[in-house]
């Protein structure tokens, strides 16, 4: 299968009055249709600059990023539903900027809020939301403009902890189950290893790729809550806390 997403040597620095500081050094990986990666790294080693070159929003003074299918959507920390528009309308606003409003996408809109538990929100207020609910809607914002690749950046990180288990089990299952291919950095080692297929650790900055581990779990234990519960779930978490301490 080809591959969705290639990077190939990536290289930047900031520079300021400073001076120059390097976030990523020759950094190299690759991501193929369906694939859930998930990155952790040491605070402040880069991961939020390698997700803002592969969105294009920075280029990389060094390497290549090669993309196969040209469409990228982006969760942010914060889900910046506009409180002037009820749920129906932040959820179609990429529609609208994108002029691609049609009876076939305002059908597909209630058809992903009805299938993700929000049909009977459609007229509300964000303020009316619960957190998790903000989150779920700024993921039917993202998908309903068809994204090949996925970007999620802490996207729970603003949530409570039982709020942020529970929506992190939601937006895991309607990931998987639209086979979209994602990208989560996260802090939060037991998210990352509770959702993705593969973590991968970065070094300290200027980062590049320490180690790739690839994820696996019981067919029955597959969701991310069920593989917290997992004798695999607290080996991996252990070998994977040692990958980032190892130095210290």
């Known amino acids: 299968m080809e591959n969705i997403l290639e990077l190939q040597d990536i290289s930047h620095s900031y520079h300021g009055t400073d001076g120059e500081t390097q976030a990523l050094s020759h950094l190299s990986l690759s991501l193929k249709q369906g694939d859930f990666v998930s990155i952790v790294g040491p605070s402040g080693c880069g991961k939020s600059t390698l997700l803002s070159i592969i969105s294009g929003l920075i280029p990389p003074e060094y390497g290549k990023v090669i993309l196969h299918g040209s469409h990228i959507g982006y969760m942010l ?7 002037w528009r009820n749920v129906y309308r932040n959820i179609i606003l990429g529609l609208e900027i ?23 929100f459609t007229n509300a207020k964000p303020s009316e939301l619960s957190g998790g609910m903000r989150q779920r809607v700024a993921l039917i914002r993202t998908l309903i403009l068809e994204p090949d690749l996925l970007l999620l950046d802490e996207p729970f ?20 189950k639209e086979n979209k291919t994602a990208i989560l950095v996260t802090h939060d080692l037991a998210e990352a290893i509770s959702l993705a297929d593969r973590v991968i650790v970065l070094t300290e900055r200027p980062a590049s790729v320490k180690t790739i581990v690839p994820i696996s779990f019981p067919a029955e234990k597959n969701t991310p809550l ?3 519960n997992t004798p695999e779930f607290n080996e991996y978490f252990h070998n994977i806390w040692k990958e980032l301490h190892v130095d210290e």
């Open 98 to 120: 994108q002029h691609k409003i049609t009876d076939g996408t305002r059908g597909n809109a209630h058809g992903l809020l009805e299938q993700y538990g929000l049909a009977d």
């Open 226 to 228: 069920l593989r917290r």
């Open 77 to 83: 920390q914060k889900d910046h539903l506009l409180e």
């Open 157 to 176: 990180s603003a949530l409570d902890y039982q709020t942020r288990l529970s929506v992190g089990d939601d937006i895991g299952q309607i990931i998987r």
